[in-house]
Nanobody, 117 residues
């Protein structure tokens, strides 16, 4: 099973930026989709952004134009650059690697992003 380590979360004010990183173990990362999800208190986990092995990307409507997902296959790492953060972006952010829509890693503790108004 793929092991995932997320980092980069923190407490910021509205309008500021953060960059999240997620490093995956093993040899399956580069060939598969990598994605960032988030879960706010009392809400279901939702897809934030995903990137294919060919670097095609898709985003939730709520983050389009503010967040950018990227990957470095040589480092088995996926990034999420978050700009113009809003209080509603407050959540625990998780990453995973997907093969045909199935998560290859266990959902870990994630990294907490808190945006104050």
């Amino acid at each position: 099973q793929v092991q995932l380590v997320e980092s980069g979360g923190g407490l910021v004010q509205a309008g500021e930026s953060l960059r999240l990183s997620c490093t995956a173990s093993g040899s399956t990362f580069s060939a598969n989709v990598a994605g960032w999800y988030r879960q706010a208190p009392g809400k279901q986990r939702e897809l934030v952004a995903a990137i294919s092995s060919g670097h095609s990307t898709n985003y939730a409507d709520s983050v389009k134009g503010r967040f950018t997902i990227s990957r470095d296959n040589a480092k088995n790492t996926v990034y999420l650059q978050m700009n113009s953060l809003k209080p509603e972006d407050t959540a625990v952010y998780y990453c995973n690697v997907f093969l045909r829509g199935v998560a290859l890693g266990a959902w870990g503790q994630g990294t907490l992003v808190t945006v104050s108004s």
